[in-house]
Every structure is written in structure tokens, then in C-alpha cells.
């Protein structure tokens, strides 16, 4: 299990770094590598990203289905390591949901 946290953090944090340079989204949009999980036999991984604002997501993650190729091959040349997970992208959902917590538990600290 260790390794495969390893490769997690790695690959979070180089794919992390691509997405900076390579890929190009609309102004005032803010994209986020939030987790990775890769299988244990270490052959898939998905990457859950974060979007800000919410209204863009679907066009990001489009634009991010369409460079999974390059994006892919990137990551392969830079990661050392044989063979290189192969990269899913999914939307993250966790961030949403812990926001509403807040807000129901902000709005139920108003009430008392």
C-alpha cells in the first residue's frame, strides 16, 4: 500500500505541474488536482479535479478529455517508472458536498 501511495503523490504532483503549462482554460477559472487514486496493481489512475466556478466544468473537463492523450504522453516521459497508470479524469464531487455541510452547519449555529 505504501507504494501506491507514493505513485499517488507523484503523480499528483506532476500532473499538477502539466496541467499549469500545458493546458489552457478560460480566464478567471480556477482548475485543482485534489486527489489521486491509482489501483493497487498500479495500471489505472484516477484523477479527481476541483473547478471553480462550477458553471465551467463541463467545458474544462471536455477540453481535459481532449488532451488526455498529450497529457498522457507527457506524464510518461516524466515519471520513471514502467508502466506509467494510465490517467482518467473525473469531476470532483467531495469539495461540493463539504461545502454544503458548512453551509447547513453555519446555518443551523444562526438559528441557536
Known sequence: MFRVEKVN????????????REIDIFPGTLMTVTRVECSTN???????IS?????????????????????????NKKIKMRPVPKISFLKET???EAGRIEELLSSIEKKD
Not at 503523490?9 to 499549469?20: A, F, P, S, W
Not at 473547478?51 to 506524464?75: H, T
Open 9 to 20: 503523490n507523484l503523480i499528483k504532483r506532476e500532473l499538477g505541474g502539466v496541467l499549469l
Open 51 to 75: 473547478i471553480i466556478p462550477e458553471d465551467n466544468s463541463e467545458k474544462v473537463m471536455a477540453i481535459l478529455d481532449r488532451n488526455i492523450y498529450n497529457i498522457q504522453q507527457i506524464i
Open 42 to 48: 498500479l495500471f489505472q489512475c484516477k484523477v479527481f
Open 94 to 96: 467531495k469539495t461540493a
